[in-house]
């Protein structure tokens, strides 16, 4: 089994910065790639970034220059920076861990980002 646990989430007002973090603990060795995704209110989940394990990453068009990926794999964790942040960023955020013997997916439980005018 593997947990996922967000931080980071919040209230910020547009043009601002926040850093959203995971932590994974449980049998860590299977994580392959670990990313973010986000769900508005009446939209479907999105891809936001994801990051493999050697560091190779991959952005969703609408956060390319502002968003920065970043993984540390002795931790465990895996951070997105989020700068210039405006209202259409406002979202539940979730961390996603794929995962190896099996391949399946881990869910984070989600953490709220508001941004406000």
């Known amino acids: 089994q593997v947990q996922l646990v967000e931080s980071g989430g919040g209230l910020v007002q547009a043009g601002g910065s926040l850093r959203l973090s995971c932590g994974a603990s449980?049998?860590?060795?299977?994580?392959?790639?670990m990313g973010w995704y986000r769900q508005a209110p009446g939209k479907q989940r999105e891809l936001v970034a994801t990051?493999?394990?050697?560091?190779?990453?991959n952005y969703a068009d609408s956060v390319k220059g502002r968003f920065t990926i970043s993984r540390d794999n002795a931790k465990n964790t895996v951070y997105l920076q989020m700068n210039s942040l405006n209202t259409e960023d406002t979202a539940v955020y979730y961390c996603n861990a794929r995962l190896i013997l099996p391949p399946r997916e881990c869910w984070g439980q989600g953490t709220q980002v508001t941004v406000s005018p």
């Open positions: 990051i493999t394990r050697g560091g190779g990453t």
């Open positions: 449980g049998r860590t060795l299977v994580i392959n790639d």
